[in-house]
């Protein structure tokens, strides 16, 4: 095990979720988008890695709503940036879970008929 796995105060699961993303924080780029979308790479429950053609920064606060309809699960959290990576075509950023709340997606809260 490494030490950086050693640090991790939770298990990380490999799981691939669309998640929304909405910039709670400005960003020093002006052409950054405020609002985008990503998809998860691992999640814990303290935090996530999420990826994205968007740069985000170390320190930025960002709104995550991640929702997996098929399964029935959906977070809704806000949470810090704590590490941004490039990658070929992309960025992974590692991101701590600061406020975490669940809902159902919203195909349960529509009127079924």
Not at 92 to 99: D, L, R, T
């Amino acid at each position: 095990m490494s030490e950086r796995e050693e640090r991790r105060r939770h298990e990380r699961y490999a799981v691939s979720y669309p998640v929304s993303v909405k910039r709670l924080t400005r960003n020093p780029d002006a052409a950054a988008r405020e609002e985008f979308s990503a998809r998860t790479v691992d999640l814990s429950v303290g935090g996530a890695r999420l990826e994205t053609k968007e740069l985000v920064h170390r320190g930025e606060e960002i709104r995550l709503v991640i929702e997996d309809q098929r399964t029935d699960f959906g977070l809704d959290c806000t949470a810090k940036v704590r590490w941004s990576n490039k990658m070929t075509g992309c960025y992974h950023i590692g991101v701590e879970f600061v406020k975490v709340g669940r809902f159902k997606p919203s195909r349960e809260e529509a009127p079924q008929g």
